[in-house]
């Protein structure tokens, strides 16, 4: 009996923490970036001592206007504001609030347990198009994070349509170029968005450039090379000097900037001029003939001395790929690289993160673990107007989903 008792006081004593800090009770889209907004359900757990504090212990649901409403010893607090803050910052002003009514200072755990959901349209000079489904209170950079933006698209002029509630349509311009800079993070160039916001990014003014294709990946002879009419698929990759040993013949995939999925073409029967597998090709089209193996393998590429695709032998951080990459070339631009999750693996299901390398080295940003199958673009400060002066691109727009 003395047993089952222990583990009853046990149960109940670990319950309230579980359900604040347990993953399973968390939205998924929650991310320690997440800014709290209205209508956000809040995980809260306060214990002191390792005793639960029953009252503070629970889900909360936060007001019209963002704001928590607390008791303790039964007595309603003033309602704290916590409506743009991260769960880090929401749990310093909990703490605040609360500490002056505990002789020992309490532990708090502040997690998202739902988030009320958004969606917007994006459109334009972005690698991923259509709806997407953001957490309210989301902003034009959490948007633009998860689709992308073409090298020539113009940031300095990105529209926001947006339908006001008595029906009127209202348009705001953003220049979003001068957050990327530094220069500015205000509401005014990342906006707040809001339900059915359409998001349309558009090109510069492009400098014509030589009609040209691209082949690259596992080709002894990787590179542009200039378009010929009726060029194909087996007149390309002779040009490139044939697959290497490890290239995978059934993985051969052409980009082409009119079409919405790339194609898949097999190396081999193009080879014996199968007509279905032989395409004619068109001026900047990319071929990526992907390796037999790439589970276990990382790359660098872009404005690094050595871009190159690496063995993933053992964990590796971002700045010692770089290292490995020979390090940044002067024209690299530091603030803008460019991350691609699941590149190598599974080009269909990649997803891009933009990282700003100059806050790792001075500390202010963690560095970031690399997986197997990531591909880290670095940038040119200067880049080309046309689609094939940046090899990192055109990986890139393989991040358009299937």
Do not use: H, W
Request: aromatic share 4%.
């Amino acid at each position: 009996m003395r047993t089952m008792a222990i583990g009853m006081f046990l149960l109940i004593m670990g319950c309230c923490l579980r359900t604040a800090g347990g993953q399973g009770m968390l939205d998924p889209l929650a991310k320690p970036n997440t800014r709290l907004g209205p209508g956000f359900l809040l995980s809260l757990s306060v214990s002191v001592r390792g005793v639960d504090e029953a009252e503070l212990c629970g889900q909360f649901l936060l007001d019209t206007d963002g704001r928590l409403q607390l008791t303790v010893g039964g007595e309603p607090l003033p309602k704290l504001p916590l409506r743009g803050l991260t769960t880090t910052q929401a749990r310093e002003q909990i703490l605040q609030a609360i500490r002056g009514y505990f002789r020992t200072e309490p532990e708090v755990i502040v997690g998202i347990a739902r988030i009320p959901r958004m969606r917007v349209l994006v459109e334009g000079a972005t690698f991923r198009s259509g709806p997407l489904t953001l957490p309210e209170g989301a902003r034009l950079s959490d948007a633009l994070a998860q689709t992308g933006f073409q090298a020539n698209a113009d940031l300095a002029q990105v529209q926001i349509t947006r339908i006001e509630k008595d029906g009127s349509r209202i348009r705001l311009t953003a220049n979003f170029r001068a957050v990327l800079e530094g220069g500015s993070s205000d509401e005014f160039n990342d906006p707040p968005l809001q339900n059915n916001d359409r998001i349309t990014l558009t090109l510069t003014p492009t400098i014509p450039v030589p009609r040209t294709i691209m082949v690259m990946g596992e080709v002894r002879k990787p590179g542009v090379q200039p378009f010929v009419a009726e060029m194909k698929v087996r007149d390309a990759l002779t040009a490139a000097q044939g697959l290497t040993d490890n290239a995978d013949p059934e993985r051969v995939t052409i980009r082409r900037l009119s079409a919405e999925k790339p194609l898949v073409v097999n190396a081999k029967l193009a080879a014996q001029n199968v007509a279905t597998e032989n395409l004619t090709l068109q001026p900047d089209d990319t071929i990526v003939v992907m390796p037999k193996d790439t589970g276990q393998r990382f790359a660098v590429i872009g404005a690094v001395a050595s871009p190159t695709t690496f063995e993933y032998k053992q964990p590796m951080k971002l700045s010692e790929a770089i290292v490995a990459a020979g390090g940044f070339r002067p024209n690299a631009d530091r603030r803008s690289l460019m991350l691609v999750r699941n590149m190598l693996r599974d080009p269909a299901r990649a997803e891009t993160v933009v990282i700003n390398y100059d806050d790792i080295a001075s500390g202010k940003a963690p560095d970031i673990p690399l997986m197997p199958g990531d591909m880290v673009q670095v940038m040119e400060k200067r880049r080309e107007r046309s689609p094939l002066a940046d090899i990192g691109l055109f990986i890139l727009r393989m991040l358009l989903p299937f």
